[in-house]
């Protein structure tokens, strides 16, 4: 892990480069459509939502939401990783190899990066840090978990903090 962020574990072949794009679905660039269609409610710092009380438990929700949501996440992954050129070279490969194209392999990758085995072997890594580290890290997707209620408010949300993270300064 680098800079103590979590992430799921490395993705295989083009999804790695690819996965990235479906959560930050306000880039510019190949997109998909839309806005979040609901806003979201306040989030309540008291307590966490139901099912949501440990880090290992906001991991695994949402990684299985984000699995959920694969239509909507996987091309809004993939335009914010264009947009970015996350990882290098990504934008030149896109213009070459076509989004349909692009697509049809970060779907197939996609299916072995959320199955259940990777959500389990992700979310036990997380398990294995700090408590204050687990907290920071899955912070970010309790709160996209808590206030949206359709895939397209999560994945924006989501997205939307990926592009945070990439974009921040060192």
Do not use: H, Y
Not at 48 to 77: H, I, N, Q, W, Y
Not at 78 to 99: C, H, N, S, W, Y
Request: glycine residues 8%; proline residues 9%; contains cysteine.
């Amino acid at each position: 892990m680098k800079n103590g962020a979590w992430r799921p574990a490395a993705p295989s072949g083009l999804f790695s480069m690819v996965a990235a794009c479906g959560l930050a679905v306000a880039c510019g660039g190949p997109k998909a459509s839309g806005p979040a269609s609901d806003p979201p409610p306040p989030a309540s710092a008291s307590s966490p939502a139901p099912g949501l009380a440990t880090p290992v438990d906001v991991c695994k929700a949402s990684m299985r939401r984000t699995r959920e949501c694969a239509d909507v996440f996987v091309p809004g992954l993939m335009a914010l990783r264009v947009r970015l050129d996350r990882p290098k070279g990504i934008a030149a490969r896109f213009q070459t190899e076509g989004q349909e194209k692009m697509l049809a392999t970060a779907r197939e990758q996609f299916a072995g990066d959320w199955s259940d085995a990777a959500i389990e072997k992700n979310c036990a890594e997380l398990a294995q840090k700090p408590a204050d580290d687990q907290e920071r890290i899955v912070a970010p997707d309790r709160r996209c978990l808590s206030t949206t209620r359709d895939c397209r408010g999560f994945t924006d949300c989501d997205l939307a903090n990926k592009e945070a993270r990439w974009t921040k300064s060192p």
